[in-house]
């Protein structure tokens, strides 16, 4: 493969088939036995209070280079190291470790890069507003660079079938749609650690943040409903 190749593998549904030439990089937790034989970098980016069991296993026996977010999290793993936070700009948008990651790739000098497993567009509030916005900034960067993306088969991150204006009432009905899924879904962020972390005027619940009062929450999707013209 010609070029500084990258597979990124997120925490969705994976990455299929055989993995390329170059390096592979993951999130969070332990990957799969395929992907962890090839991985060569990690990110742990949350801090000591924000982690799962899971996070805290895998910062603990990461055999690679593990991106952490302090110097308190570093000492437990010799392989880890402080994230390079100095290095982004104050203006560039992070959200997320695929953010993370994405700055640091195209820095190193990447020319193409995979994403597997970055099913933003399908996961909660906070994935679908803020963290696939900003990953959409960075892979505009990454195009205008002249970095190649591309993602797995399955992966619904960029897709949009229809082109606003030449198939302006198919794009539309459409673009309603993900926004009634996207009402329906009362999942605020990806939950894990963050359930035990309280926030004034927000109640959290079981494995994913709920919204206590989930009646006025249907409420409100019909009452949208009923104004769309779908």
Not at 100 to 112: H, V
Request: glycine share 8%; with cysteine.
């Amino acid at each position: 493969m010609v070029g500084k190749h990258l597979t990124f593998v997120g925490m969705g549904r994976g990455y299929k088939g055989p993995l390329p030439d170059g390096e592979v990089w993951n999130i969070n937790v332990e990957p799969d036995k395929r992907v962890l034989k090839r991985l060569t970098r990690s990110f742990q980016l949350h801090p000591h209070d924000g982690r799962t069991k899971s996070e805290d296993a895998w910062l603990l026996k990461c055999p690679v280079t593990l991106y952490v977010c302090s110097r308190r999290d570093a000492v437990f793993n010799e392989h880890a190291i402080v994230y390079p936070w100095e290095k982004v700009p104050a203006t560039a948008p992070i959200s997320s470790s695929f953010d993370c990651a994405m700055f640091l790739a195209l820095a190193e000098g990447f020319t193409s890069i995979d994403f597997a497993g970055a099913d933003l567009q399908a996961g909660t509030l906070r994935e679908r507003l803020l963290e696939r916005v900003s990953l959409a900034y960075w892979l505009g960067v990454a195009g205008g660079m002249g970095v190649m993306v591309t993602f797995d088969h399955d992966s619904c991150l960029l897709k949009h079938p229809y082109r606003y204006g030449r198939d302006y009432w198919r794009e539309r009905r459409w673009a309603q749609q993900q926004c009634l899924s996207a009402l329906d879904n009362d999942e605020l962020d990806d939950g894990g650690a963050k359930v035990n972390r309280r926030i004034k005027g927000i109640s959290f619940s079981g494995r994913h943040n709920k919204n206590r009062n989930g009646e006025a929450h249907t409420e409100r999707s019909s009452s949208v409903s009923a104004r769309l013209h779908v």
